[in-house]
């Protein structure tokens, strides 16, 4: 099992941007495709950007050209870049597998003030 920490969360206004990490444990190569979720209060979790080994990135339309993400196999890190902050960005922030499902970690919260 690979222990996933999400970091780079906060309190930015409209517009802004942040940029998450989620530290691996272990070698994310080995756990494959890559994911960024976020769940807002009283809504379901979803997936907002994925890459996989090869750096092939996918986004949900809700973010696509706001958000990059990307990941560095060699230190095991995962990336979530996002700029054009808006307050329905707002939410608690995962990343986990989506080949082969880790435990998941805390998250890391954004909220977005308008």
């Known amino acids: 099992q690979v222990q996933l920490v999400e970091s780079g969360g906060g309190l930015v206004q409209a517009g802004g941007s942040l940029r998450l990490s989620c530290a691996a444990s272990?070698?994310?190569?080995?756990?494959?495709?890559m994911g960024w979720y976020r769940q807002a209060p009283g809504k379901q979790r979803e997936l907002v950007a994925s890459?996989?080994?090869?750096?092939?990135?996918h986004y949900a339309d809700s973010v696509r050209g706001r958000f990059t993400i990307s990941r560095d196999n060699t230190k095991n890190i995962v990336y979530l870049q996002m700029n054009s902050l808006k307050p329905e960005d707002t939410a608690v922030y995962h990343c986990?597998?989506?080949?082969?499902?880790?435990?998941w970690g805390q998250g890391t919260q954004v909220t977005v003030s308008s």
């Open positions: 272990g070698r994310i190569f080995s756990i494959g495709t």
């Open positions: 890459i996989t080994n090869g750096g092939s990135a």
């Open positions: 986990n597998s989506l080949t082969r499902p880790q435990g």
